[in-house]
């Protein structure tokens, strides 16, 4: 049996059918392509899925499409604006943060979702933000210098343009 839902993907409406069984994620990456979404562990414990749903940042792969209707959606991909990247985005190629790069989308995403709720996190709120999320690459010192490059960029004040 189908349901029909309607979400806010990036910025843009889709009303699509998904069975009741569909995970989220799937619905993500294979009904909209929006592949930079990554299955890694299937049981919401890697963090590879990580996605913000009106603004909370939450695990893809533990939800099913159907629960998401009428939800606000945003994946890595939604996050650079106008062709200019995300300051997370900035900040992870500034300061070398991935490797492999499976878990980077959702490192991103429980970023993006930290730096929302505190704009100046300490070293010990960036790695307690990350706990769900698992790199087997970095070590995690690379990344955590990757979300306070993006902390600084945006507490910098904006520059006038003469």
Known sequence: MSTRITV???G????????????????LRDTLSLTGTH??????????????MDGQAVKSCSMLAAQADGAEITTVEGLSQNGEM?????GFREEHGLQCGFCT????????????NNSNPSEQEIR???EGNFCRCTGYHNIVKSIQYAAKKINEPEKEVA
């Open 8 to 10: 806010t993907v990036n």
């Open 12 to 27: 843009q409406a889709v009303t699509r059918d998904v069975e009741g069984r569909t995970l989220l994620v799937h619905f």
């Open 39 to 52: 299955v890694g562990c299937d049981t919401s414990n890697c963090g590879a899925c990580t996605i913000l």
């Open 86 to 90: 995300h300051p997370i985005q900035e």
């Open 105 to 116: 989308p959702g490192m991103m995403m429980a970023a993006v979702d930290l730096l929302k």
């Open 128 to 130: 307690e933000a990350l």
